[in-house]
């Protein structure tokens, strides 16, 4: 990756592409014991020129049971949905904030299209 980043770097095209991959998998924190205990997760990792690099974006989450974000059987809810990630990423390819209903309809349950900050903040839009 870090090959890539430089030879990007190297044709000054850095700051043109953003290399993104994202997991919504993950297992519950109890075991069901048959292979079926699949919960929501989030691996995500983002690289390249306008990203606003050397952070961490959200928070990791209690892993005990009875917590607020655990709704019953181990399940955690996220608390970045991948909406957040894909509108973040459609704002720097120049999709309009308004655009963004259309092409994730959920957005709305996550992020306000009329907040002047970004979704999540990953990304330098300017």
Do not use: C
């Amino acid at each position: 990756m870090s090959e890539f980043q430089a030879a990007l770097g190297e044709l000054n095209l850095e700051d043109n592409v953003t290399t993104f991959t994202i997991s919504d998998f993950a297992r519950t924190l109890t075991s069901n014991g048959n292979g079926t205990d699949h919960a929501w997760g989030g691996n995500v990792l983002v690289m390249g020129g306008k990203v606003k690099g050397k952070d961490i974006y959200g928070s990791y989450p209690s892993i005990k049971l009875g917590t607020e974000l655990e709704i019953g059987e181990g399940v955690l809810i996220p608390q970045i949905s991948t909406d957040e990630y894909f509108a973040e990423l459609a704002l720097w390819y120049g999709v309009g904030k308004t655009d963004l209903v259309s092409l994730f309809p959920n957005i709305g349950n996550f992020y306000n299209t009329m907040s002047a900050q970004a979704p999540i903040g990953f990304m330098n839009l300017s």
